[in-house]
T-cell receptor
Framework: LAKTTQPISMDSYEGQEVNITCSHNNIATNDYITWYQQFPSQGPRFIIQGYKTKVTNEVASLFIPADRKSSTLSLPRVSLSDTAVYYCLVVTNRDDKIIFGKGTRLHILP | EAGVTQSPTHLIKTRGQQATLRCSPISGHTSVYWYQQALGLGLQFLLWYDEGEERNRGNFPPRFSGRQFPNYSSELNVNALELEDSALYLC???????????FGDGTRLSIL
């Protein structure tokens, strides 16, 4: 049974790189991992998606090791506006399970 | 391109009543997902509709139900409302099951 685990909270400072890791055991090789950002009273916003190695877009990078038992969201040079809750999501192809992590509350300090 | 739209924004009901929440997906998206988010907590998966059919449902009682219409819009029905049903109900859509889900800003359901 697939499950995801994330740290409950993290603090960092403006200008730093922040890495948030999600552990996801028992996922298949073609199961995608997706990360979202959520501000209070808003729906989650898509950040990045991948299923192997490394993916980079204009706001973040996603690292997935060969064993695929975890993934790391990397936010370069964070600012105060990056204070939010970050969720990882796995959708399993073999049985259509939708598994959201419980979220990591990221607090950026000046 | 218009995003996912949900209505109403807020809904106030009393215990035992029934609530209907509506969702319009992004144009061209055929999968619609429903989630419940209690205040300060994470997202709990409720229902997934794809091409008009229920593809999966989360661990919720049968009084939570829904449907997807031929134009891919969807509604979520909650019967016999209980106080603990108070939450933000989020809808998302994607153009294929493995593609990123795009979320609306939710319907806040309050049960008095």
């Amino acid at each position: 049974l697939a499950k995801t685990t994330q740290p409950i909270s993290m603090d960092s400072y403006e200008g730093q790189e922040v890495n948030i890791t999600c552990s996801h055991n028992n996922i298949a090789t073609n199961d995608y991992i997706t990360w979202y950002q959520q501000f209070p009273s808003q729906g989650p916003r898509f950040i990045i998606q991948g299923y192997k190695t490394k993916v980079t877009n204009e706001v973040a990078s996603l690292f997935i090791p060969a064993d695929r038992k975890s993934s790391t969201l990397s936010l370069p040079r964070v600012s105060l506006s990056d204070t939010a809750v970050y969720y990882c999501l796995v959708v399993t192809n073999r049985d259509d399970k939708i598994i959201f992590g419980k979220g990591t509350r990221l607090h950026i300090l000046p | 391109e218009a995003g996912v739209t949900q209505s109403p924004t807020h809904l106030i009901k009393t215990r035992g009543q029934q609530a209907t929440l509506r969702c319009s997906p992004i144009s061209g998206h055929t999968s619609v997902y429903w989630y419940q988010q209690a205040l300060g907590l994470g997202l709990q998966f409720l229902l997934w509709y794809d091409e008009g059919e229920e593809r999966n449902r989360g661990n919720f009682p049968p009084r939570f139900s829904g449907r997807q219409f031929p134009n891919y819009s969807s509604e979520l029905n909650v019967n016999a409302l209980e106080l603990e049903d108070s939450a933000l109900y989020l809808c998302a859509s994607s153009d294929r099951p493995n593609q990123p889900q795009h979320f609306g800003d939710g319907t806040r359901l309050s049960i008095l």
